[in-house]
């Protein structure tokens, strides 16, 4: 089956420092990947997507490139801010399993100032 | 601003009241998607819609019944909860993937549902 992996959080920077997020995962099939991230007391919104291999997601600062040799999509971005305090989910999904979202366990990253 | 919708963002229910969680999106996606997410954990799937029918049920519990009555509406439908139900409750929408290879998912901004 599919899985997706994350590093466990919480991650906690100073503002303007480098984030990275580390997310592997196993497939069935050829999947696409996304980030997705959930502030306080909201829904999940869709950060970036990738859906082929070396493909690359960027929006808002963040980047994630698909590296299907490593089966990894991680997510960086050279200078946080405040703001950027969230939960951040990898997730892939499959055509194969009817677009069903695999979800990683989730990292809460907190931004000081 | 979520362009999926969820009503109402806060629930308090008693085990033997019976209640409906609502959902709106005028995206012109055919599939519609809950899910149930505890404190600090990743969402579950519960249950998909594709073209106004039930595709998916992740093997959800009678107590909880999902109605899709249009293309752009979703209902949960809640009776005789347990507490252990509480969470909150998201839906989602989405092309059907057949349509097309590559569909995310949107979500609405759920809805925090206590049964007491």
């Known amino acids: 089956g599919n899985s997706v992996t994350q590093m466990e959080g919480p991650v906690t920077l100073s503002e303007e420092a480098f984030l990275t997020i580390n997310c592997t995962y196993t497939?069935?099939?050829?999947?696409?990947l996304f980030w997705y991230v959930q502030y306080p007391g909201e829904g999940l919104q869709l950060l970036l997507k990738?859906?082929?291999?070396?493909d690359k997601g960027s929006n808002k600062g963040f980047e994630a490139t698909y590296r299907k040799e490593t089966t990894s999509f991680h997510l960086e971005k050279g200078s946080v801010q405040v703001s950027d305090s969230a939960v951040y989910f990898c997730?892939?999904?499959?055509?194969?399993?009817?677009?069903?979202?695999?979800f990683g366990g989730g990292t809460r990253v907190l931004v000081k100032p | 601003d979520t362009e999926v919708t969820q009503t109402p963002k806060h629930l308090v229910m008693g085990m033997t009241n019976k209640k409906s969680l609502k959902c709106e999106q005028h995206?012109?996606?055919?599939?519609m998607y809950w899910y149930k997410q505890k404190a600090k954990k990743p969402p579950e799937l519960m249950f998909v819609?594709?073209?106004?029918?039930?595709?998916i049920n992740e093997s959800v519990p009678s107590r909880f019944s999902p109605e899709c009555p249009n293309s752009s509406l979703l209902n949960l439908h809640l009776h005789a909860l347990q507490p252990e139900d509480s969470a909150l409750y998201l839906c989602?929408?989405?092309?059907?993937?057949?349509?097309?290879?590559?569909?995310?998912?949107?979500f609405g901004n759920g809805t925090r549902l206590t049964v007491t």
């Open positions: 997730a892939l999904s499959d055509k194969a399993a009817g677009n069903k979202l695999t």
């Open positions: 989602a929408s989405s092309h059907v993937v057949r349509d097309t290879t590559n569909s995310p998912l949107h």
């Open positions: 995206m012109g996606h055919r599939a």
């Open positions: 819609y594709s073209y106004e029918k039930l595709s």
């Open positions: 990738a859906t082929k291999a070396d």
């Open positions: 497939a069935t099939g050829y999947p696409s």
